[in-house]
């Protein structure tokens, strides 16, 4: 299995444009989770999905912020606009259930610089 | 979630048992424990998770204290690799919560 798999490595993009990160889960996981990473805040979770169902999107920051997983293989978090302060690495990450949940895998992170 | 206390840092030598604690005092009873941890600049990568027993798998060893107020990862061996930010936290959610970790140095 390659892993969860993230793309775009490195996003540069101007402060007001749209940023949309892609994530690939495990296959057979039924977990995704999206996590966003800085030195000040260090690591947040923003939304998990479960079966491809949003199930808290607590930590999403504001209303700029969205994420939708159309199905089992594919996950996006855009920022629309995007702001330098959303400058950050963002994880996404994947597990499963069997009663309790297992260790998540994490891919390699997105990092985005808003300038 | 409960909340887990690490120390900040420590360095351990190669070839030497490091033991990293962790503090979770407030834990209920159906919470489990969970170890992280992330080199620099990848991923958090998942290590170990413990209920009540004492849990070991290929890259280490979890020890549960009796009370479940504390718990202990060990790695075994430690290499020059094992320089990372170590997490534990605590929860019977699907979702876990990183705090500040313990910084660990493995030198030479």
């Known amino acids: 299995d390659a892993g969860v798999i993230q793309s775009p490595r490195h996003e540069v993009t101007e402060m007001g444009q749209e940023v949309t990160l892609r994530c690939k889960p495990i296959?057979?996981?039924?977990?995704l989770f999206w996590y966003r990473q800085t030195m000040m805040r260090g690591l947040e979770l923003l939304i998990y999905?479960?079966?491809?169902?949003?199930?808290?999107d607590s930590g999403m920051p504001e209303d700029r912020f969205s994420a939708k997983m159309p199905n089992a293989s594919f996950s996006t978090l855009k920022i629309q606009p995007s702001e330098p302060r959303d400058s950050a690495v963002y994880f996404c990450?994947?597990?499963?259930?069997?009663?309790?949940?297992?260790?998540?895998?994490f891919g390699s992170g997105t990092r985005l610089t808003v300038v | 979630d409960a909340k887990t206390t690490q120390p900040p840092s420590m360095d351990c030598a190669e070839g030497r048992a490091a033991n990293l604690p962790c503090n979770h005092s407030?834990?209920?009873?159906?919470?489990?424990v969970y170890w992280y941890r992330q080199i620099h600049s990848q991923g958090p990568q998942y290590i170990i998770h413990?209920?009540?027993n004492n849990e070991t798998n290929e890259m280490a060893s979890l020890i549960i204290t009796e009370d479940r107020k504390s718990s202990t990862l060990i790695l075994p061996h430690a290499t020059l690799r094992d320089t990372a930010v170590y997490y534990c936290?605590?929860?019977?959610?699907?979702?876990?919560?990183f705090g500040a970790g313990t910084t660990v140095t493995v030198r030479a």
């Open positions: 990450a994947s597990s499963y259930h069997t009663g309790v949940l297992r260790g998540y895998t």
């Open positions: 296959s057979g996981h039924d977990y």
């Open positions: 999905f479960n079966n491809n169902v949003p199930i808290d």
């Open positions: 407030t834990i209920s009873g159906n919470e489990y």
């Open positions: 413990g209920l009540k």
């Open positions: 936290i605590v929860t019977n959610d699907y979702k876990l919560s």
